[in-house]
Nanobody, 121 residues
Framework: QVQLVQSGGGLVQPGGSLRLSCAASGSFFSIFGMGWYRQAPGKQRELVAAVSSGGSTNYADSVKGRFTILRDNAKNTVALQMSSLKPEDTAVYYC???????????????WGQGTQVTVSS
């Protein structure tokens, strides 16, 4: 069984910074892409940032230059460093990973439990 466990998040003032972390655990062979999504009230879940196993990154236009996705393959972790936060960044953030487990012949997508980020004065 594979789990993605998130930590971090909370309340921050506009212009502030936060760091989200996500660790994969369980029995698996490989982790391919990892990423962060967010879902604001009344909106669809959207991709925030993603990183391949080789380190290539992709960011939503709305967070470019403010957010950085960081991956540690040795520790099976991915983090999202967020700075210059804006009220419109308020959402529940989810980590996501594409993982090949020891019980599957093809990789599947796994989600973290979600964590609230609120940007407000």
């Amino acid at each position: 069984q594979v789990q993605l466990v998130q930590s971090g998040g909370g309340l921050v003032q506009p212009g502030g910074s936060l760091r989200l972390s996500c660790a994969a655990s369980g029995s698996f062979f490989s982790i391919f892409g990892m990423g962060w999504y967010r879902q604001a009230p009344g909106k669809q879940r959207e991709l925030v940032a993603a990183v391949s196993s080789g380190g290539s990154t992709n960011y939503a236009d709305s967070v470019k230059g403010r957010f950085t996705i960081l991956r540690d393959n040795a520790k099976n972790t991915v983090a999202l460093q967020m700075s210059s936060l804006k009220p419109e960044d308020t959402a529940v953030y989810y980590c996501n990973a594409h993982i090949l487990t020891i019980l599957q012949s093809t990789p599947g997508y796994y989600w973290g439990q979600g964590t609230q980020v609120t940007v407000s004065s």
